[in-house]
């Protein structure tokens, strides 16, 4: 059986968590595992400015595509399986991966293929995979399985250590807060999900597999924060209009909205984020059955109509 992971990884986190969870097809031999790593031309730089960073929000939030280097993908390999791994910018699949799936050969990639997506992000991914569940439909690929890891830790907490990793590039604990990123212990014990996949492989049972990963943890919803993402969609959709109206990724008139975005965003997600708590008690009480169906749909890999 042969499986192709494609992956964009900036800091490697991602990568460390395919190699953690793809690890036991890769040490079974009658499994063939190909890794292509994709990659704009554009250098996304790590560690980011304030201003390089909050520049991707338009073209993240829009899914705007950017060249892409050669996907080094053997065309000629008839792969039973795609690991789509990827990360989340700005509530959305990340501007590589974004890029990916709208680039000319996707169909010649994904077209009639099973797929399992692997995410690594801080907590807000709910929507950014619908976005790519909506991609890999118009490229007529079957989506069966979906594998997330987030930092656990608590919304604000995540989101003071993120801005330290994302521009100094430190992700150490410091100040009483804990290490950046998602729990090393998590990243490790994402093995059990490649076994899943390795077992399923073996027995040529390729169909969906979500409620097996789901057993395992493979998807955890936090009905607080999917309601805090779904708010910030909205403003984010309204925000992007408002940079993009002063030019493209590359023109550098829209700087100034950029660098008041990004006092706006820490902002606003500090006052949204506690308000939301309590409002999204709130909700859970009053709406209870329309956020369980929510999370139950977000759990799964049917695309609502
Ligand atoms: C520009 C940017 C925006 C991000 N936005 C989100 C987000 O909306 N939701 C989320 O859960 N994580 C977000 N993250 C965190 C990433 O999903 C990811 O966890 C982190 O960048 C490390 O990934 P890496 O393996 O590519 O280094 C963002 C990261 C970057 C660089």
């Known amino acids: 059986m042969k499986v192709l992971v494609l992956y964009y990884s900036q800091t490697g986190q991602l990568k460390e968590i395919a190699d953690n969870c793809i690890a036991p097809l890769v040490t079974d031999n009658s499994i063939d595992v190909d890794f292509v790593r994709v990659e704009t031309e554009h250098q996304f730089p790590f560690p980011w400015t304030r201003l390089t960073f909050f520049n991707a929000f338009p073209e993240s939030v829009y899914g705007t595509p950017f060249k892409l280097k050669p996907i080094e993908v053997d065309y000629s390999k008839n792969y039973d399986l795609i690991v789509l791994a990827y990360t989340v910018w700005y509530l959305n699949p990340s501007i590589p991966i974004s890029s990916l799936l709208q680039h000319p050969n996707a169909q010649h990639i994904f077209k009639g293929k099973k797929v399992v997506t692997l995410l690594g992000s801080r907590n807000m991914w709910v929507l950014a995979q619908e976005k790519v569940k909506h991609h890999l439909k118009r490229l007529e690929a079957d989506l069966i399985g979906n594998i997330v890891l987030i930092d656990r ?153």
């Open 153 to 305: 830790n608590k919304n604000l907490v995540s989101i003071i250590t993120i801005i330290r990793w994302m521009f100094y590039g430190k992700k150490s604990p410091f100040w009483g807060f804990p290490r950046a990123g998602i729990i090393q212990e998590d990243i490790e014990n994402s093995m059990r999900f490649g076994e899943v996949i390795l077992k399923r492989l073996k027995v040529n049972k390729l169909t969906d597999m979500q409620e097996e990963l789901n057993k395992l943890g493979a998807v955890d919803i936090n009905p607080s924060l999917l309601i805090l993402e779904k708010r910030a969609t909205k403003l984010f959709g309204m925000y992007a209009g408002f940079l993009s109206k002063k030019g493209d990724f590359f023109n550098k008139d829209r700087l100034a909205r950029v660098s008041l975005l990004s006092y706006l965003l820490p902002i606003g997600a500090f006052i949204l984020s506690p308000i939301t708590t309590i409002s999204s008690f709130l909700i859970s009480v009053i709406k209870r059955k329309e956020l369980e169906a929510d999370i139950r749909y977000f759990k799964q890999n049917s695309l609502k109509e």
